[in-house]
T-cell receptor, first 111, second 113 residues
Framework: EDQVTQSPEALRLQEGESSSLNCSYT??????LFWYRQDPGKGPEFLFT???AGEEKEKERLKATLTKKESFLHITAPKPEDSATYLC????????????FGTGTSLTVIP | NAGVMQNPRHLVRRRGQEARLRCSPM?????VYWYRQLPEEGLKFMVY????????ESGMPKERFSAEFPKEGPSILRIQQVVRGDSAAYFC???????????FGPGTRLTVL
């Protein structure tokens, strides 16, 4: 069965302190790996889609990378407004269109 | 272009009542997905629909749950005879044809008393 594990569960950073979030996955034929941001009481907000190992995507202070077994979300010089839960999901070729989500990393950036 | 819309945002039901959750996809999106999020758990897939068709309902409980996406109007997730364990946040997502990325609505938070 397709599976996604995110680490750490929670992360506290000082403003400006860069770090990375990890998403490890097992999937039969990766169609895509997706990163979302979720604020409390809201729906997931789309950030990135990655399709193949070696691919990288950037948006402001965020950069997502992909290998054959895991993805990293790098946060450079974070600000308090980056505080949120970051979700990773995979879509496999053998499981239709559904996404398998990890449980997320809760990021808190302290001013 | 308005995002995915869901209503109601909050719904309170007593055990045994019915819950109806509505989802209007983004304009131009013909694919709708429903997910459930329990506290401390990840989003779990329930059902995937296109207009007038259920494509994949492998994540739907076999009893009490049903979904539809009619030719006109929003997609509906219906839960009959709700129980306390149905309390959760239910999210709808939509995607355009030939695209994998799913865009999520704000969710409906169901509380069963």
């Amino acid at each position: 069965e397709d599976q996604v594990t995110q680490s750490p569960e929670a992360l506290r950073l000082q403003e400006g302190e860069s770090s990375s979030l990890n998403c490890s996955y097992t999937v039969s034929g990766l169609r895509g790996l997706f990163w979302y941001r979720q604020d409390p009481g809201k729906g997931p907000e789309f950030l990135f889609t990655l399709y193949s190992a070696g691919e990288e995507k950037e948006k402001e202070r965020l950069k997502a990378t992909l290998t054959k077994k895991e993805s990293f979300l790098h946060i450079t010089a974070p600000k308090p407004e980056d505080s949120a839960t970051y979700l990773c999901a995979v879509q496999g070729s053998g499981t239709g269109n559904q996404f398998y989500f990890g449980t997320g990393t809760s990021l808190t950036v302290i001013p | 272009n308005a995002g995915v819309m869901q209503n109601p945002r909050h719904l309170v039901r007593r055990r045994g009542q019915e819950a109806r959750l509505r989802c209007s996809p983004m304009k131009g999106h013909s694919h709708v997905y429903w997910y459930r999020q329990l506290p401390e758990e990840g989003l779990k897939f329930m059902v995937y629909l296109q207009k007038e068709n259920i494509i994949d309902e492998s994540g739907m409980p076999k009893e009490r749950f049903s979904a539809e996406f009619p030719k006109e109007g929003p997609s509906i997730l219906r839960i009959q005879q709700v129980v306390r364990g149905d309390s959760a946040a239910y999210f709808c997502a939509s995607s355009p044809p030939n695209t994998d990325t799913q865009y999520f609505g704000p969710g409906t938070r169901l509380t069963v008393l």
